[in-house]
């Protein structure tokens, strides 16, 4: 079974803070992802990665940067933390190629600035 | 990547078929719809994907109409652990990563 990890279920850090949000994957899966998850907005794409050191802007980048030095880890960074950044955040990787490529989700981080 | 219609809620009754709607009047010739669940405090599930054809696996069938503007994912006997939200998906596989863009899904209760 593909395995997406996620280095903490639950972080409280205080505004203004550089926080660091780590997900490792197991199959070398080529794209990884990072959403956030807010009551009544759904799951919204933050950054994606379709390799080593390569990123994308999804809908709502504003705020964060990523970072992909190795094939299975993709980490999020939040430059200076802040009370609007509070929120479910979900990494998830896929396969690349042509045809289907079902992403793959880690169980999240549950993020609270004070 | 194609926009997806769910309604917000539905109830089933344990044991009986659940029938989840789909609307992605949009889709493009080479996007696959994708149904995926999340259980509360848990990360998404993938259930089943499909182009052109139905499909059918251990967790569910997936119906797509003839034009693809419309899928049904069928839970066939719903049990109260099927409870969840579920997300219908359309998107492209490419040789990048693809942006899959998540909507509000549909909170299914299964009920006793």
């Known amino acids: 079974d593909v395995k997406v990890t996620q280095s903490s279920r639950y972080l409280v850090k205080r505004t203004g803070e550089k926080v660091f949000l780590e997900c490792v994957q197991d199959?070398?899966?080529?794209?990884m992802f990072w959403y956030r998850q807010d009551p009544g907005l759904g799951l919204r794409l933050i950054y994606f990665s379709y390799d080593v050191k390569m990123k994308e802007k999804g809908d709502i980048p504003e705020g964060y940067s990523v970072s992909r030095e190795k094939k299975e880890r993709f980490s999020l960074i939040l430059e200076s933390a802040s009370t609007n950044q509070t929120s479910m955040y979900l990494c998830?990787?896929?396969?690349?190629?042509?045809?289907?490529?079902?992403?793959?989700f880690g169980n999240g981080t549950r993020l609270t600035v004070t | 990547d194609a926009k997806t219609t769910q309604p917000p809620s539905m109830d089933c009754a344990e044991g009986r078929a659940a029938n989840l709607p789909c609307n992605h009047s949009?889709?493009?010739?080479?996007?696959?719809v994708y149904w995926y669940r999340q259980i509360h405090s848990q990360g998404p599930q993938y259930i089943i994907h499909g182009l052109k054809n139905n499909e059918t696996n251990e967790m569910a069938s997936l119906i797509i109409t003839e034009d693809r503007k419309s899928s049904t994912l069928i839970l066939p006997h719903a049990t109260l652990r099927d409870t969840a939200v579920y997300y219908c998906i359309v998107r492209v596989g490419t040789t990048n990563a693809g942006k899959s863009t998540f909507g509000d899904g549909t909170t299914l209760t299964v009920k006793p």
């Open positions: 949009t889709i493009s010739g080479n996007e696959y």
């Open positions: 998830a990787s896929s396969k690349q190629g042509l045809g289907h490529s079902p992403l793959h």
């Open positions: 199959m070398d899966h080529e794209n």
